[in-house]
């Protein structure tokens, strides 16, 4: 089974790129086992993109990567 490494970074306090690197970098990071659990996790499907998935959630960014 495939381990995903989540990252859950919330979006509330991000009005500059300098906000948004300090709320990735202050990111909680979740461990999911498949994507039943990632989907569970994160409330809904995330996109595929070139390292992983991604998408937001209300005010929360959700960014998977395959470990």
Known sequence: MTTYRVKKINLDTAKTIEDY???VNA?????CNG???LREFCGGRLHRGRNGYSGINGNIE??????
Do not use: P
């Open 21 to 23: 690197w300090k709320a």
């Open 27 to 31: 990111a909680s990071i979740h461990y």
């Open 62 to 67: 959700y960014v998977a990567e395959r470990i």
């Open 35 to 37: 994507l039943k659990e």
